[in-house]
Structures are given as C-alpha cells and as structure tokens.
C-alpha cells in the first residue's frame, strides 16, 4: 500500500516555466488537497478537490491550477513560475472525517 | 477567518519527562482537529483526530483534549523519549467542510534531551 506518491521530490525552474507536480492516492480518498509550506507562515491551502470533477480553490491559490479526472490522481499545474513560489509542496488525501494522509513533498525552487 | 496558534515555538525537555503542546483557535465551529508530527525533510503523519464531539482521544503515549468552547487543544505526551523529537502541528476543519480544506498551526518544534 503505497499511500499518497508525489513526483518529483526535488525541481529547480527558471522564471516563467511552466511544469506539474504530480499527486497519487491509492486508498480511495474522495479528498484531496494540495498545501505549500513556507517557513514562518504553516502550511497553506492552495487547491482542493471532494472528488473526480470537483476542484475548489484554497487561501493561496494564484499561479496554480489543478485536476482531478479520476480518484487516484491530482496534478498541480504551475503555470509561469516565480520566485514567490520557491516552497515545499505537500499532497493530501483523506475519507470523510478521517485520518490525513500526506505526500512526502516536493521542493521546489524558482530562480 | 480562522487563524491557529502554537506556543511555544519550540520546546526542549529532558528524556522521560511528561509535556503538553498547545494549539489554540479563534473560531470554535470547528468540525474536527487534528495533531500531526514532522520530521525534518518529510511529509505529516497524523496523530490523532478529535472530532468536534469529543474531549479526547488516546494513542499510546499520546493524549489529546479539545475544548472548543475555549478554542483550546493540548497534546499530552507521556514519558518523552529521544524519538519523540520532531515538530508538532495541529490543524482544524473549517465549518462545513471535512478535511479537504484544513487550517494550520505553525508547529511546535519538540526536542528531547537524552
């Protein structure tokens, strides 16, 4: 049982490139989220989705798109990257009213 | 908006000794909270949920107690040891809505001193 899988773990962009994180479940989770982690400020809601078709916007949601065509999978689309999105990215999913389970991350620097 | 707050920022005790974190929140119509733990360089693991319901929940050595009507959990862990040490997060689920939209403490960094 492999949890939540996030590709790639590390990334380096340049200014104004585009790229996916990738995000998947196997545990059946209608609920997924994608969170940034920046020190000083916690983690921050950036996109989430209650299931395949539905996606919703968090506190932080500008530069960043998302999809969810099926269960399993939630890619995090930066559209032209920037300096202010250097972060550690995390993946979450999780039942109704259950446990959280989070990605091991994906650090990301822009320069 | 719902803010959560943790004090102290970082906490350093010796091995064996008990000690209780803290999480506070300004808005009470929460639906649940959760404490989480990270380790340097890795994702949250999740500790234990409180449903809005409850007072407490128990892991091992790992209590738990909310009280909404103050805006106030504590982590309670039990004879502290070396791999306790990480940081410590809490985080709550906005009214009408379960965990896809959580708001989320700063941390306690806990370090155990063998």
């Known amino acids: 049982n492999a949890g939540v899988t996030q590709t790639p773990k590390f990334q380096v962009l340049k200014t104004g490139q585009s790229m996916t994180l990738q995000c998947a479940q ?6 997924m989220s994608w969170y940034r982690q920046d020190p000083g400020m916690g983690l921050r809601l950036i996109h989430y ?31 032209s990257a ?17 446990k959280l389970f989070f990605g091991s991350g994906t650090q990301l620097s822009v320069l | 908006k719902q803010e959560v707050t943790q004090i102290p920022a970082a906490l350093s005790v010796p091995e064996g000794e008990n ?15 959760q404490w989480f733990r990270q380790d340097p360089g890795k994702g949250l693991t999740s500790l234990l949920l409180i449903q809005s ?37 809490c985080a709550v689920s906005l009214p009408n809505f379960g965990n896809e939209k959580l708001t989320f403490g700063t941390g306690t960094r806990l370090t155990i001193i063998p």
């Open chain 2, 19 to 33: 000690l209780v974190l803290n999480c506070s929140f300004t808005d009470s119509a929460i639906y649940n909270l």
């Open chain 2, 53 to 89: 319901s409850q007072r407490e929940q128990t892991s091992g050595r790992l209590n738990a107690s909310l009280d909404k009507s103050s805006g106030r959990s504590t982590l309670y862990i039990a004879a502290s040891q070396p791999g306790d040490s990480a940081t410590y997060l």
């Open chain 1, 82 to 98: 920037a300096p202010s999105q250097t972060s550690v990215y995390f993946c979450a999913s999780s039942s109704f009213n259950e």
């Open chain 1, 26 to 31: 196997d545990m059946n989770h209608e609920y």
């Open chain 1, 49 to 79: 989705s209650v299931g395949a078709g539905i996606t919703d916007q968090g506190e932080v949601p500008n530069g960043y798109n998302v999809s969810r065509s099926t269960t399993e999978d939630f890619p995090l689309r930066l559209l």
